[in-house]
């Protein structure tokens, strides 16, 4: 039995010999990824330069469909499309949170979240101006 392994990178192989998961140090951290057998990463963890977490999670194409991150309030959500537009945000504020749901051109639909006053708040937006 090993007790412990100490290294700057590990590489996970499957039968083939392709690296399927990897966990390395970085300037800021750590970073832990998984590869899907073409080699193309699909999932991420890792420490940002200001000391906090994020993790990604991508298609087969190696595109970012959705992302989590620490911030200064709290944390955040998000869910792209392909072309890397936000579709969907979801994000601690300092009143509360907040969620808006955007169009494929990344213009906002609809957001509706805590207001500054500490009460519900909806907008709807049209042609990417706000109309309620």
Known sequence: M??????????VVNTAGKVVASIASSDNGGIMSVQNTAGKIVAGIAVTEHDSGIMSVQN????????????????GMSIQNTAGKNIVAINATKD????????????????????EKGNGGIQTYKDGWRIH
């Open 60 to 75: 087969t194409a190696g595109k970012i469909v959705a992302f989590i991150s620490a911030t200064d309030n709290g944390g």
């Open 96 to 115: 509360g949170g907040g969620m808006s749901i955007q169009n494929t051109a990344g213009k906002n639909v609809i957001r509706f979240g805590v207001t």
């Open 2 to 11: 090993i007790d412990k392994i100490v290294c700057r990178e590990l590489e």
